[in-house]
């Protein structure tokens, strides 16, 4: 639920030019050009909404994009994002902003939805600017996680950055790297992308596609 860095941001503190991508950068850099106008997609964590307003510049108009917080800062946040000029946002009331955790996702998403929805983003962690002691919480970012994994289309893909380095985060990181490692080859891909010889603790990125069958529409 970080602010998104720029892309000449190796850590929250050191900066260099044309520098190798931030972990959320690779989630956006992966992701982006495999999504089109169209798809269904949900933001699992809205935080101040920049992941919703990279998710919906690419699948509307004529797509959906559920948004899911447990905090109605972070759901008010991300609709001044939206309705901000400079997003240029079309179709916004194809947007749904849900407030609860992503672990509830089945009780908000329609039913028909599911095995059609063809990305999930997690950006884990805290919402910037607000108590830090609300943060994303391993049990239910797994619980999440598995029913993401059952409403995801295939060829479809969920990006997840992963914070270490605050009290918790090193503990979900390690699990969401743990229960992605033990996904079914021959079901999904997973991938970890992160700085190695770093000071701290860098960010995370792990990401997952669905194997898709040869018949099934894929991404490229």
Known sequence: MTEPEDINTLSHTTRFPVALPTALRWSHALLGPRLRAGDVVVD????????TVF???????????????????????????????????????????????HERLEEYL???????????????????????????????????????????????MITIVCYPGHDGGDAEANAVEQWAAHLPADSFEA???????????????????????????TFG
């Open 110 to 156: 329609p039913p028909e939805l599911r095995g059609g929805i063809r990305a999930f983003m997690f950006n884990l962690g805290w919402l910037p600017g607000s108590d830090k002691a609300c943060i994303t919480r391993t049990e239910t970012t797994l619980t999440a996680l598995r029913k993401a994994t059952d409403w995801l289309a295939e060829g479809g």
């Open 55 to 101: 998710l919906a510049q690419r699948v509307l108009p004529g797509g959906r994009v559920f948004v899911f917080d447990v905090q109605a800062a972070a759901l008010e946040r991300t609709k001044s994002q939206i309705f901000d000029d400079k997003s240029q946002i079309k179709q916004p009331d194809a947007i749904a902003l849900i407030h609860a955790g």
């Open 44 to 51: 699992a964590t809205a935080g101040n909404g920049h992941d």
């Open 191 to 217: 991938q970890k992308i992160a700085f190695l010889n770093l000071d701290g603790a860098p960010p995370r990125c792990v990401v997952l596609r669905k194997r898709a069958r040869l018949t099934a529409r």
